[in-house]
């Protein structure tokens, strides 16, 4: 996505130029309390320098004890089955390496949103914590066995895949309420969102992404995983991943919601993946071990 497009509206639907700079107004006030923290944005970035090393990482990582014990935490617990505690940072990052450190940083900031919860009906905060890892372990999945894209970056485009949907629920939970009896009714959830909100939680994740510096892939992921065939770039390969995982978890009754209404991909998704019956067959095979791993993910 371009900086031009992104100085578009906000929304995909407005009504006028005055609802435009409403919802500017409502998702730059969001984004003033949400966007990732410096420490994340920096985390990103040295994972993915090919010129960094371990103490730079040590350096930025050091910045947050919070995220320095869980991380340490996560180290040592049954999820990698290391046969003695790592007791320093130093040591935990060398043992995992950037792009698994890198991981876990993004998904310990993305739980510091979900530490309040919140339900209505079949919807928890908590539950949609758990669709969004889910997503994340399962576009890594499928990165891995379709040979397609990175598999690390597959994990936080589906972590971050439904920031918009959290960040409503933080900041405008009675209105969210309304959206779920709707769904729950048989509607659709975006179209749903436009009803109550006049936006939709893909518009709200673009802009706390883009705020955030995230990479352009990533962007196009959170806003059309819902509509993957609206997407006009060149580079669909991560959105499509995130696409066909939305649609598994869901599957899988880990629903963002708690109501399975995620579309079956398309033709077209499947074939810009290559992702045939044999692939799909791999893919269900190891399925529920990439859940076991979110369900740790999203523990932590």
């Not at 407005?14 to 966007?35: D, N, P, T, W």
């Not at 339900?119 to 499928?142: C, N, P, Q, T, Y």
């Not at 990175?150 to 920031?163: F, Q």
């Amino acid at each position: 996505m371009s900086t031009s497009t992104l100085s578009q509206p906000v929304a995909q639907n407005v009504k006028s130029e005055e609802h435009a700079k409403s919802l500017e107004h409502l998702f730059r006030r969001i984004g003033q309390l949400s966007s990732l923290p410096s420490v994340a944005q920096r985390i990103l970035q040295v994972a993915g320098d090919e010129e960094s090393n371990a103490t730079d990482l040590l350096k930025v990582v050091g910045q947050d004890p919070a995220l320095s014990i869980r991380i340490l935490k996560t180290v040592n617990s049954s999820y990698y089955g290391l046969l003695n505690e790592v007791a320093d940072l130093k040591t935990a990052i060398s043992m995992l390496g950037f792009v698994e450190v890198r991981k876990l940083a993004m998904t310990v900031y993305v739980a510091r949103l979900c530490e309040e919860p919140t339900s209505h009906r079949d919807f928890s905060r908590e539950g949609l914590w758990k669709h969004m890892v889910a997503v994340g372990a399962i576009a890594r999945l499928i990165s891995q066995i379709l040979r397609r894209g990175e598999p690390e970056e597959a994990y936080i485009a589906g972590l971050l895949h439904d920031v918009g949907l959290l960040l409503v629920d933080q900041y405008m939970h009675g209105q969210l309420c309304h959206v779920i009896d709707l769904v729950v009714d048989g509607m659709g959830t975006t179209e749903a969102e436009q009803k109550i909100l006049t936006f939709d939680h893909t518009d709200l994740g673009t802009y706390i992404a883009a705020q955030s510096n995230l990479p352009e892939r990533i962007i196009a992921a959170i806003q059309f995983h819902h509509r993957p065939c609206e997407y006009q770039g060149k580079d669909r390969t991560l959105l499509d991943i995130i696409s066909v995982a939305n649609y598994l978890a869901s599957h899988k009754k880990l629903t963002s919601l708690g109501v399975q209404n995620v579309a079956a991909p398309t033709d077209t998704v499947c074939e810009s993946l290559g992702l045939q019956k044999q692939q799909m067959a791999a893919i269900f095979e190891e399925l529920d071990i990439a859940l076991e791993s979110a369900e740790v993910l999203a523990s932590i």
